[in-house]
């Protein structure tokens, strides 16, 4: 199995179901009890804070909150603890080191309650890293971290909590400044979440229900599925988002799965079948802190009444714009090219309206085909590849 093989592109919408299912604990007849529980029981990370301080920081109002959604591959909790091998096998992937942050979804909520648009950014777009240097936006995290680590270390300090504690922190930091200078908006909110807090969140709500144009399998990724509707969870549903091989698109198409899991997982979230589950809310509590870092500060209560807008279906999942996805850069790595300032128009527009360069479609491929599908939105699943 290759190296790309290997790494779990994780979905998001297992970030945007872990920040969507702390919030709608506050709106049950549990609400503050529940809500308080778990604020209080939250990982939470300062990088916002530290970047809003930073003098060429995007403007912070732009007419819009934007949460910044990653998934990364870890094989840890939330609080670093190691996946046993037991946890490891259910996964259906093996221990490794480093972090990638294989989903980022940038996800514009409007103040004024017009349509959103939930902005995915392809793993391998080739970007300048913050204190580092030009290569894939999914290594600016791991890379970041590491060199940090490795610094301190040789600086002499031998405290490794507080090694893992600035080197996670410098990670984060070079990933929200990539993703801020990338689109020229500033993230106001962040949700992070690892492999094993997707799996316990997909469990947690019953499964996901999706859909699928044709049966597929895929041995790296362990996905063997029927074509049409049906419900995935747990192990299924990593298989589903991290598959890549035989797929017409690759990794583009994993974005539209992505995308559709997030739309199906956030609208069962939203349900009264959820909310009013005392077993699914407890399983979603324990989830949520095993499994999520959020922004220090983030009001999920507040959060969860901008969110309702979701449930209306008011939100269009879309990609920044692609000029090539099967560039090489000068390393001979495959990466995917994007031109910086048409992103940055696009993402400009996202705040008024239809964004620039807009077509009709789950993911954004401005070299794309001319053939057109339907927008997704959360009002229901669709068929994909």
Same mark, same amino acid.
């Given at each position: 199995m290759g190296s790309r093989g290997r790494k779990v592109a994780l979905v998001c919408g297992r970030v945007a179901l872990a920040a969507l299912s702390a919030g709608v604990l506050a709106v049950t007849g549990i609400a503050r009890a529940a809500h308080d529980q778990v604020q209080s029981g939250l990982n939470t990370t300062t990088v916002l804070t530290q970047l +809003?301080?930073?003098?060429?920081? =995007?403007? +912070?109002?732009?007419g819009a909150t934007d949460i910044l959604l990653v998934g990364d591959d870890r094989r840890t909790d939330a609080n670093g603890v190691p996946l046993s091998a037991s946890v490891l096998r259910q996964l259906r992937t093996e221990a490794s080191d480093g972090v990638s942050t294989d989903t980022l979804i940038l996800l514009r909520i409007p103040r004024d309650?017009?349509?959103?648009? +939930?902005?995915?950014? =392809?793993?391998?777009? %080739?970007? =300048?890293? =913050?204190?580092?240097?030009?290569?894939?936006?999914? %290594?600016?995290?791991?890379a970041v971290k590491y060199l940090t680590a490795q610094r301190l270390r040789a600086a002499g300090e031998r405290d490794e909590d507080k090694v893992e504690r600035e080197s996670e922190a410098a990670g984060r930091k070079a990933l929200v400044e990539s993703v801020q200078d990338l689109t020229g908006l500033r993230v106001d909110h962040y949700a992070e979440v690892g492999l094993y807090g997707f799996y316990l969140l997909s469990k947690?709500?019953?499964g996901v229900d999706v859909c699928l144009l044709a049966p597929t399998s895929d041995p790296d990724s362990g996905a063997n599925f029927r074509s049409g509707h049906q419900l995935v969870s747990g192990g299924d549903a990593l298989s589903f988002v991290r598959q890549r091989k035989n797929l017409p698109n690759g990794d583009l198409d994993r974005i539209v799965r992505q995308q559709t899991f997030l739309a199906s997982a956030a609208k069962k979230v939203l349900s009264a079948g959820t909310?009013?589950?005392?077993?699914?809310? %407890?399983?979603?509590?324990?989830?949520?802190q095993k499994s999520v870092v959020l922004d220090a500060g983030w009001d999920v209560l507040a959060f969860v009444q901008q969110a309702q807008s979701l449930a209306g279906g008011n939100v269009d999942f879309v990609t920044i714009p692609v000029v090539n996805s099967n560039g090489t850069n000068e390393r001979g790595q495959s990466v995917v090219v994007v031109d910086p300032n048409a992103v940055k128009q696009f993402a400009a527009g996202l705040a008024h309206g239809t964004p620039v360069g807009l077509t009709a479609g789950p993911a954004l491929r401005l070299n794309a085909a001319p053939a057109r599908q339907e927008p997704i939105s959360i009002n229901g699943t669709r068929c994909v590849n």
């Open positions: +809003a301080a930073e003098p060429d920081a =995007p403007p +912070a109002d732009d309650g017009s349509r959103g648009y +939930a902005v995915s950014i =392809p793993r391998d777009t %080739s970007v =300048p890293i =913050p204190g580092w240097r030009e290569d894939k936006i999914n %290594s600016a995290y791991g947690a709500i019953g909310l009013l589950d005392p077993g699914k809310l %407890s399983a979603l509590m324990g989830a949520v």
